[in-house]
């Protein structure tokens, strides 16, 4: 679906990518817009495909306490889709792009330590379909 964004819908992402918990009687006056349409404005986002999501991001005091680490992953053809169904049920995993080059996937990790990172190498590396990985600690 292809949706073009006025700059008041731009306005809107900007406040919810600061604080997407903020609420809308909030973004309205912050918009100079009623309520209502500002409900209308994100549904519309979320059913488009513009908003895919909400998340949550992590402070600094956590994020030093972690072990975090990018993995490069090849697998075999026709391998992908059970690999990634795999990632997808580790918590440890944070985000898996599809990119180009000798690999096939780069997996970004978060763990509580050194120990518990070799352990799930050890994991993705065994997964079926996974021919070759490479990692690199943040």
Known sequence: MNTSLDEIDRQLLSLLQTNA?????LLARKL??????VVARIARLERSGVVAGYGVRLGARLDASTVRAWCSLSVMPKAGPAVLRALGAMPEVEEVSAVSGPFDYLVFLRCTSHEQLDRLLDQVGQLEGVHQTQTSIV
């Open 21 to 25: 918990r903020e609420g809308t009687a």
């Open 32 to 37: 100079g817009l009623a309520r209502t349409t």
